[in-house]
């Protein structure tokens, strides 16, 4: 009769099989860095394009930080670096679903399948690989912008949040896309998804403050999570450190995770039924 606790030799199986599970889902994610950092061009447009638009941003519009009502900010060009966050790292999670449609395109996602390889691993490796360079592009944009003077005024402490936010960026809008590629299986139908991605952007706060919206534009804004995502680590940049713009960095994109992800994993599991 079974007593509910394993046996010795079941433990060791067990936490032998975790291991490789999690070596497993190390290596997928090692293996989709180094897909991105070997072909360049699948990087740079996620890091210029943002650039581009903050430095037109910053250049058209900065004397409007004079209209009523427009929060308190040294220059335009600070109110931009939460947004070219947002913007770089969707565009990076959108190449990461299109690589992952791509190993379906060619074969080689059949081939991980043929291998004992643990199945989870394969979507778990893509979207750390995802994470990890959400984390880089937050990063990256916060340094560059700070020698044309935008002071991050939460200090290191923030620069930690919007580094990490930029990853949990890249993870939960990264299971949306990986969702998309297992279930398509098309690169071209993953980055299809970009323009609707970027317009849901432009519905938001990441261009311009809410303060100074108004009518349905307003109201739309006000119901987009990525409004309150962006500000979240706006005020941390403009304003300082503070719980309230901590939590709406961070749980924000967790809370889309856990729809993303889920599909995720729904979408591996109904492409595993039909090989």
Known sequence: MST?????????????????AWSQTM??????????????????????????????GASSFNRATQLPGFPKVDSFLALTLAASVLQGVIFGSVTGGAALAVDIETGFF????????????????RLAGNALFGCIEALFFTLV????????????????????????????????????????????????????????????SAFFPRETMQGIYRTIANYNPLSHLYEGMRDLVITGWSFDAMLKSLLIPIGIGCVSIPLALLALRRRLRAV
């Open 4 to 20: 509910g606790t394993l046996t010795p030799r079941a433990e060791f199986a067990h936490s032998a099989e975790a291991s490789h």
């Open 27 to 56: 290596a997928m994610s090692k293996r989709s860095i180094i897909a991105i950092v070997r072909q360049p061009a699948l990087i740079i447009p996620s890091l210029i394009f943002p650039l581009f638009f903050a430095a037109l």
């Open 110 to 125: 059949d081939r991980l399948l043929a291998s004992p390889t643990s199945r989870v691993s394969i979507l778990i490796g």
């Open 145 to 204: 912008m700070i020698p044309f003077g935008v002071n991050i005024r939460s200090g290191p402490a923030g620069i930690a949040v919007i580094t990490l936010a930029g990853g949990l960026i890249g993870l939960s809008i990264g299971g949306f896309m990986a969702a998309m590629a297992l279930r398509t299986g098309s690169a071209e139908a993953v980055q299809g998804v970009f323009p609707l991605l970027f317009v849901s952007m432009f519905f938001s």
